[in-house]
Antibody
Framework: QVQLQESGPGLVKPSETLSLTCTVS????????WSWIRQPAGKGLEWIGR???????KHNPSLKSRITMSVDRSKNQFSLNLSSVTAADTAVYYC??????????????WGQGTTVTVSS | QSVLTQPPSASGTPGHRVTISCSGS????????VNWYHQLPGTAPKLLIY???QRPSGVPDRFSGSKSGTSASLAISGLQSEDEADYYC???????????FGGGTKLTVL
């Protein structure tokens, strides 16, 4: 059974870069798209972006050019960097697996989430 | 402001049926299938319904989904106390080239 685990600093200073890694266990990172989603406290879900094993990425335009994503096949990991963070980036960050059939069927495996607070 | 619109709250009594609505537009629900998630406090969302009305393995058939035009609904029958959670609808969106979500509906079992 595939499991995902986010890791990274829980506290990031304003204007710095938030860096998170998602480790995939119980299965291969290949042949799937992998997404990042975040959820501010008490609020809804926001899709951040996705990456494929080839390194192809797509991100939410609302986050403009602050996002960088990468994948490490040898470690079965993929990563998110979000630069120039502000308090508005404080949220629980989730990694998840994209479920594709004839169309996008949602996100079928999620990590437990990691809380990131932006504060000096 | 979420792209998809859900009522912020819903409630029902044990054993009864409750429905949660989700409204979108032609660029998301109108063109793609709808997925539903439920989320218990302090935990990650879990895929509940995909492809408008398909249940992943392990999801009871008390949960059902439907879609018509640019709107969708989640129905929960035989309501149980453990169904108390937040429910989110989602769909692929052409503008985003990714999934958009509703703001979530907090279900209370009275």
């Amino acid at each position: 059974q595939v499991q995902l685990q986010e890791s990274g600093p829980g506290l990031v200073k304003p204007s710095e870069t938030l860096s998170l890694t998602c480790t995939v266990s119980g299965g291969s990172i290949s042949s799937y798209y992998w997404s990042w989603i975040r959820q501010p406290a008490g609020k809804g879900l926001e899709w951040i972006g996705r990456i494929y094993i080839s390194g192809s990425t797509k991100h939410n335009p609302s986050l403009k050019s602050r996002i960088t994503m990468s994948v490490d096949r040898s470690k079965n990991q993929f990563s998110l960097n979000l630069s120039s963070v502000t308090a508005a980036d404080t949220a629980v960050y989730y990694c998840a697996r994209d479920f594709w059939g004839s169309t996008h069927y949602g996100l079928d495996v999620w990590g437990q989430g990691t809380t990131v607070t932006v504060s000096s | 402001q979420s792209v998809l619109t859900q009522p912020p709250s819903a409630s029902g009594t044990p054993g009864h049926r409750v429905t949660i609505s989700c409204s979108g537009s032609s660029s998301n629900i109108g063109s793609y299938t709808v997925n539903w998630y439920h989320q218990l406090p302090g935990t990650a969302p879990k895929l509940l319904i995909y492809g408008n009305n398909q249940r992943p393995s392990g999801v009871p058939d008390r949960f059902s989904g439907s879609k018509s035009g640019t709107s969708a609904s989640l129905a929960i029958s035989g309501l149980q106390s453990e169904d108390e959670a937040d429910y989110y609808c989602a769909a692929w969106d052409d503008s985003l080239s990714g999934p958009v979500f509703g703001g979530g509906t907090k279900l209370t079992v009275l």
